[in-house]
């Protein structure tokens, strides 16, 4: 497509109008750095949609006229760059066209009260009023199907989804990780202010957050007073810095996996902002759901496309299902299982055949394990107490530093509670019995009769929704998929969608 230049909102309205092609909108106020351009060339990477990247330096933002003024513009420069790295229209409307004096069509925004009472919210008045109404206004002339934002600014990230929410605007917001220079500073407009004392400052501010970040790895803790005081003693004056859950900005506290630790600085007459996400571990997946509904060829993609580590906890259940069955345990009157449990050992290998073969007791059981003889056996065998006392520890040790994605019954509710997120997927009995048949023509090169196959699944979901321990039930803070329908990527893309909106791009690439 030719690149475009609109400088009169009438202009970008009219031909907004013929566009058939779907819009990724990346609203700027120009000065563009690495920052812009990875968002301009995410977006252009990401689908076929057309690139559209506004530049307007909207003053209802500004509650200090001088930072107004002495705002860094580069229209020039920012016109090639924008276009040699994806874009394909660039809006650069006036203050006149934005703000039509006596319109009564536009709208003043108010923030999210809850969202915009914390942080840069309390130092700059009015400030996410201004972002809001003038996001509001772009997004009805632009009228997107995309929008992508930085991470850099995380609470204004959070506010304008709540914009798009409340008013049902039913555009994505996709964002992309905070972008830092060679010295570790985020890339900003204002950075070309700061004189190299004052970007020394910002390189300490930006270094000591990195540090904090690197210290509750291994701490698990953070001292808000005495990194407080250690900045401080390095002559840099701290506006506000704190320690806060990540979505609600409410006080973190010792009990949360992922907090935000967010400041901001001045440096002389320039203030910039900065923040690192705390982890006590990485993200974890829960994915639970009946025998059939999908879970393991979703799960095994999900991992895949977000390089998590595959816990297969059905697959472990049914390794123990073939080591009782092939050393003649009877598991169902044997008194000693706690001994006998105490002496195995499973382990998951990647395999570049299979993906992940599972190992129990050194026996490789990939293929044996999803016999028709251990489908049959193993929700006996796993309704037994000593049995998932030994898988549910054994499962919470592989998790315990997170990044992984897990499936079963009872990921959700017993082993990982405190998943970041957890899908709860389902499918009809139709649909379920559908997908086992042609997976047992196609492994097994038999026929199995359809009704059959209903019956075994329905008396399958009795058992694990019935029995004693861990049933298998869903998380009150789960998604419920209902996958009838839908193809198995459509769902691994669904799911990921959801993941996105949880976890924050600079956890997950962490
Ligand atoms: P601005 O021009 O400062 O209003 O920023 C326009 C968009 O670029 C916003 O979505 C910002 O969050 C994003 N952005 C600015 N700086 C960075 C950065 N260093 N890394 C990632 N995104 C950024």
Redesign the pocket.
């Given at each position: 497509m030719e690149n475009i230049i609109f400088r009169r909102t009438k202009d970008l309205e009219n031909w907004r109008d013929d566009q058939k092609n779907d819009i990724n909108f990346?609203?700027?106020?120009?000065?563009l750095?690495?920052?812009?351009i990875?968002?301009i060339s995410t977006a252009k990477s990401s689908n076929q949609n057309i690139n559209l990247i506004s530049i307007f330096i909207n003053p209802l933002q500004f509650e200090n006229k001088a930072d107004f003024a002495n705002y860094p513009k580069s229209i020039d420069k920012d016109i090639n760059l924008a276009f040699s790295n994806g874009a394909d229209v660039i809006f650069i409307p006036n203050q006149i066209d934005i703000y039509p004096k006596n319109d009564k069509n536009l709208i003043y925004q108010k923030a999210s009260k809850e969202l915009s009472e914390s942080l840069c919210g309390i130092h700059r008045q009015g400030h996410f009023d201004g972002v809001c109404t003038v996001v509001y206004r772009l997004l009805d002339l632009v009228k997107p199907k995309n929008l992508?934002?930085?991470?850099?600014?995380w609470q204004?990230?959070l506010i304008i989804k709540n914009l798009v929410e409340v008013n049902k605007l039913g555009i994505n917001i996709k964002s992309?990780?905070?972008?830092?220079d060679y010295d570790g500073i985020?890339?900003?407009?204002r950075n070309n202010l700061l004189s190299k004392s004052e970007r020394r400052h910002m390189r300490l501010f930006s270094n000591e957050l990195y540090l904090a970040k690197e210290t509750f790895k291994k701490e698990k803790k953070v001292n808000l007073k005495q990194l407080t005081k250690k900045i401080e003693s390095k002559n840099i004056f701290i506006e506000y810095l704190e320690h806060l859950q990540p979505f609600n900005f409410k006080k973190a506290t010792l009990k949360h996996n992922i907090s935000i630790l967010a400041g901001a600085i001045r440096c002389g007459e320039t203030r910039l902002i900065d923040h690192v996400f705390l982890m006590k571990r990485k993200p974890i997946i829960a994915i639970d759901g009946p025998a059939g509904s999908g879970k393991s060829t979703v799960t095994k993609l999900i991992a895949k496309k977000l390089n998590l580590l595959y816990l297969d906890t059905g697959a472990m259940y049914r390794a123990l299902s073939w080591f009782f069955k092939e050393e003649n345990i009877n598991y169902e009157q044997e008194n000693h299982l706690d001994k006998i449990l105490s002496n195995i050992s499973i382990v998951f290998k990647s395999s570049s055949i299979s993906g992940q073969d599972v190992f129990i007791n050194n026996n490789c059981v990939t293929e044996e394990i999803r016999s028709q003889e251990i489908t049959s056996i193993v929700s006996k065998i796993s309704a037994i107490k000593e049995v998932r006392h030994y898988l549910v520890n054994e499962q919470r040790k592989i998790g315990e530093l997170g990044g992984l994605v897990a499936e079963g019954r009872d990921i959700g509710t017993t082993v990982f509670p405190d998943a970041e997120l957890k899908i709860f997927l389902t499918a009809s009995i139709n649909e379920r019995a559908k997908r086992r048949q042609s997976e047992y023509k196609s492994k097994e090169s038999k026929e199995i009769e359809f009704d059959k196959l209903k019956e075994l699944i329905r008396k399958r979901d009795f058992e694990d929704s019935n029995r004693e321990i861990s049933p298998l039930t869903k998380a009150n803070d789960a998604v419920e998929l209902i996958s009838d329908g839908y193809s198995i990527n459509e769902v691994v893309e669904k799911i990921i969608d959801i993941y996105d909106q949880k976890i924050p791009k600079e956890i997950q690439i962490q």
């Open positions: 990346i609203p700027t106020m120009g000065n750095h690495n920052g812009h990875k968002l992508y934002l930085g991470e850099k600014d204004q990230l992309i990780p905070t972008q830092r985020p890339f900003s407009s």
